[in-house]
């Protein structure tokens, strides 16, 4: 190996002249070549020099050129500018101008609209009022064919023209013509049992509509639904009855009519009588009907009594007055006996039995007499005052328990359905009235009967005084001090 590395180091070192020789001479080639390229890259650059200074100076006065379009164009667009500016302005300020007008036409609009609006609504509301009429009157019964509203107004489908406001205006017209006529007509009715049955038929305008048949005459109402009139279940007074009668007969030129177009006549069938309204009131209620007729007959019965026994006083204490101071003593007996059943009488009799007694054991007996006598006069007066004190408290005891059963219908149901308290509300009302009903009269007839027993009670003492008086005053006219005969006497026998 190391004979092989010998081996080449010296073939190297031989050939190394000889490569140093070529290699020169190549060297000096690639100078002049080189020389020549460079000499042909800078003509090369000295022509794209000049080219390129040639094109820059194109470019140039392109540019100038193009700079001087366009300030020109800057300057055009100015002036452009400008009068779009002014014209700017001047619809700003015709803008602002048409905004103001539109405003106020706004405003103007809305007024109108608000005007339309009104008159439509208005127009709708009285064809409504116009269709209530007819549909509710009796001529849409027995006159199929009146004139009706025009459809789509009502009910706001169409907005109304001025042909269907002169029609609804028609329509309104004939209707008052017809709320002025009065006729008589015959036609099928509903009677009050159901049946159907022809009967006479008086109209009265679009408000009132009576019947009469063979021995019934009353007020109709009519169903708008099923078309038909029929009889108020109940019939009115007779008096109105005959009123009714006499104006179809053409005997009379007054009639009642109901102007509430059927309200004055549904009052009249559902308004209930005293003893209709009683049972509504509760068990409360007869423990006070009881007491009114306890109380009845009581009065009643005070009022025959006392009655009975009224007479004239002062002409028998005249006549006594006479035959006392006649002397006359057993006339007088006889003239008391003869109104043995009246007490003021019994009260005379006794005062004469004691007439030969001193004043003050004949005042004595006297008052006794009448003492006596008041008993059965005030005679079921307290009871009669009792049963007028306990009436209205058995009305405020049914309020009471009617309040207590609508509270507890409030507990279980709420106040949802006004029908479900009217039954508490009822019990309360009618007690109370019925027991204020009762002990008013009751009361101003104990007021009454206490008077009259008074007045008797007054009466008898005021005769007995006068008795007393005659009595001494004939002892002391005849001048003698002995007293007057005793009883079964003569005043002859006086001593």
Known sequence: ?????????????????????????????????????????????????????????????????DRRALEEEIVRLEEENKGYTERVEVLETERAELSETEKALDGELEEADAVVRELVGAIRVNAKDVDSVISDGFRSVLSPETAAVPEGIADGGEFPGMDDIRRLSDVLFAEIRHAGSVRITTDAIIDRSGRETEAEILLIGNFTAAYRTGGETGFLNHSPAGDKLFALSRLPSGRMQGQIDDYMDGNSNAVPMDVTRGGALRQLTHQLSLWEQIPRGGPIVWPIVIIFGLGIAIIIERVIFLAHKRFNADALMNRIDGLIRGGEFEKCRFACEGHAKKPLARVIGAGLTCCHMPREEMENALQEAILREIPPMERFLSTLGMLAAIAPLLGLLGTVTGMINTFHVITLYGTGDPRMMSGGISEALVTTMLGLSVAIPMLMAHTWLHRAVDKNIGEMEEKAVTLVNVAHKGRGDNHHHEHPPQPGGSLDEAE
């Open 1 to 65: 190996m190391k004979n092989l590395s010998l081996i080449a180091f010296l073939a190297a070192f031989l050939l190394l002249p000889a490569v140093t020789a070529f290699s020169a001479e190549d060297m000096r080639e690639m100078q002049i070549r080189a020389r020549e390229e460079r000499q042909a890259l800078l003509e090369k650059a000295m022509q794209e020099k000049e080219a390129a200074q040639r094109e820059a100076e194109e470019v140039r006065q392109r540019i100038l050129s």
